[in-house]
């Protein structure tokens, strides 16, 4: 496996709470992506980062933020967490443009997230 | 925007064969993906075609076609461990899309 952690694994908090998933690699990679995965809808990119301090918005983003202060890192927050946010999480990492062409997304094994 | 369709779901025999079609349409293109996910886990790479034809990898194999914006993942031999999630994904400028995904179950 590529060295990709996610914490916590689970987790179950309040509407109005704040909440902060972390994404952690070991592998050097230049970009990093935060999904988050529904029944039906798939896995919906909420934002990703492409260098420390470089981050940008993906289809889901309202409610969402994040930060990269460190290559290996990547934080998503949700400010004031909604009943509609209880979602699988899912971060991935990539090494960015390739020889052989293939940017592959290696991803973690996800944080289930409830919102009551 | 983008718009990914798959089937939802498909079910075959142990030992057939399956194929799973994707169509898409999207701003950009950088390549197509193929993931598999069995329940409660993590995506895990299948395949990658950014180039028109068939790239066979073992057992599984993917097809492109640019100007129609289609793809189809072809499962052969099938085993009993085949039956997961089968996400199809367009990469555009590094943010890869996916669609809804196509759950597969194998029966003996």
């Known amino acids: 496996d590529a060295g990709i952690t996610q914490s916590p694994r689970h987790k179950v908090t309040e509407t109005g709470t704040p909440v902060t998933l972390r994404c952690h690699q070991t592998e050097n990679h230049r970009y990093m992506y935060w999904y988050r995965q529904d029944p039906g809808h798939g896995l919906r990119l909420i934002h990703y980062?492409?260098?420390?301090?470089?981050?940008d918005k993906g289809e889901v983003s309202d409610g969402y933020s994040v930060s990269r202060s460190k290559t290996e890192d990547f934080l998503l927050t949700l400010e004031s967490a909604t009943s509609s946010q209880t979602s699988v999480y899912f971060c991935?990492?990539?090494?960015?443009?390739?020889?052989?062409?293939?940017?592959?997304?290696?991803f973690g094994a996800g944080s289930r997230l409830t919102v009551l | 925007g983008q718009n990914i369709d798959q089937p939802t779901e498909m079910t075959a025999t142990e030992g057939a064969i399956v194929q799973i079609n994707c169509t898409y349409q999207t701003s950009g293109f950088n390549g197509l993906f193929w993931y598999q996910q069995h329940a409660g886990e993590a995506p895990t790479f299948l395949s990658y075609n950014v180039l028109d034809g068939l790239e066979e990898k073992g057992r599984f194999s993917s097809f492109l076609s640019r100007s129609k914006g289609y793809s189809y993942l072809l499962l052969k031999e099938l085993q009993m461990k085949d039956s997961a999630s089968y996400l199809c994904a367009v990469m555009d400028d590094y943010k890869l899309s996916f669609g809804a995904g196509t759950t597969v179950t194998v029966r003996a």
């Open positions: 980062s492409y260098g420390v301090k470089d981050t």
């Open positions: 991935a990492i990539s090494p960015g443009q390739q020889s052989s062409g293939a940017n592959v997304l290696t």
